[in-house]
């Protein structure tokens, strides 16, 4: 029987989504299951890992009940995922010693703070290319090894493993036979060396983590392992197409070319350009990674991230309970002709890039007694579009390379109001996916090329479809006075 379909996995931040693609490029069938977040103190963030594999199975059982295909039909599993996010585990039961620490918590930063009084953050950049903060995942392992009751020793002996939750995934679907990553996720570690291509001991050592407990790092196409789904199937699959969602993003947007560049907008933001074979060294708040291990090279990105863009809207929506539903922000922030002066800083975890800022803190500035519901929900709207600009700018100024476009892909690219504004702020054009969920189709993408379900990437290019383009519809002036509110409210909380 022919294998037409793919099965792809994203495990995002807030849920996993399990989503079916047929061979011509068209989403056949998706489900989505959330996890618990849990917020034990102040600007810190876990997820239970087992709770994770849980519910990707749950998500996968959903979707071949719904779609009713058979698995010899399928080809194969890809799988993306949340990054930086990481658990420790024992290698012997496989159980997770503590919850996953997650990208966004700032429980790490004294162990950052302690390396940069010791001198070490060029060291740190100069190997991964990365700024030294604890959103990457190399001092959260270090926390854990040093708070959680006999981890390091255990570690020391050789019996925890690490890893980011693909890897923790790809060990779970294969039985714990296979312990790895791939080079995208590996990269965003720091404890991976981006030119050198492999574990740095020395980064191992500034971070006190035994290199034993690293996994293996593969390139994206390859295949990582066979899985049956937990007994879902009645034949084992191959894993393959294994990349960190933002890179799944880059690539699900055919952007195989210097200089083109996504924006992905989740519970945070990630923006990234394609910059060849050959790394940039920057500066001022952006970061380089790699983009992808595939077809037997390594090619890297520049990249700015975002700590809240879409969740913004969501805490307007579950905690302060402004509007009944996110999709209620963009038609309410669009009743109003401007936000009368307010602006939203979202810096609920610290600022991310070009700032990177951990001290910082959420503000709404610039209110006054006539600012009303809508005008708070806008200037949250807006804070989105301004972060975007600020990597962005910093990108085009870092790289020497001129932006031609901006391909966008998320949920909350789906808000009309915020994609508008975003090609307001930018002054160009904002090219929607007739797909939102490029990560999991990116990483469907690579797989399929890896199974000869396409044999050319040329072939991937020709599923390539936009739904909409959002083109500036502001003077230059108007543009430049609504940034420098912006930077004038960044300068009340950035120290």
Known sequence: MEKKYILAVDQSTSGTKAILFHHGGERIC?????????YPQPGWVEHDAEEIYQRTLDAIHDVLCESSISSDEIAGLALTNQRETVVVWDRETGRPVSHAVVWQCRRSAEICDRLKQDGLE????DKTGLVL???FSASKIQWILDHVKGARQKAEAGKLLFGTMDTWLVWNLTGGKVHATDYSNASRTQLFNIYDLCWDRELFHLFSIPECMAPEVRYSDEIFGYTDLNGMLDRKIPISGVLGDSHAALFGHNCFQKGMAKATYGTGSSVMMNIGAEPIRVGNG?????????FNKVEYALEGDVNFSADTIKWLAEDLELIEDPSMAGPLAASVPGTDGV??????AGLGAPYW???????ITGMTRGT???????????SIAYQIKDIVDQIRKESGMELKELRVDGGASRDNFLMQFQADMLDVPIVRNKISDLSAFGSALLAGLAWKVWDSVKDVEKLHASDAVFHSKITTE??????CGWKAAIARIHT
């Open 372 to 382: 009303r519901k809508a005008h708070v929900v806008r200037a949250a709207e807006e």
């Open 122 to 125: 060029n060291t740190v950049r």
């Open 357 to 363: 800022d951990n001290g910082a803190r959420a503000a």
């Open 30 to 38: 998706r489900c989505s299951r959330d996890h618990t977040q849990y």
């Open 133 to 135: 903060s604890p959103y």
């Open 286 to 294: 952006l970061v380089t990674s790699i983009a992808w291990g595939a």
């Open 478 to 483: 108007r543009r430049e006075a609504l940034y």
């Open 343 to 348: 602006f939203f800083v979202p810096a609920f």
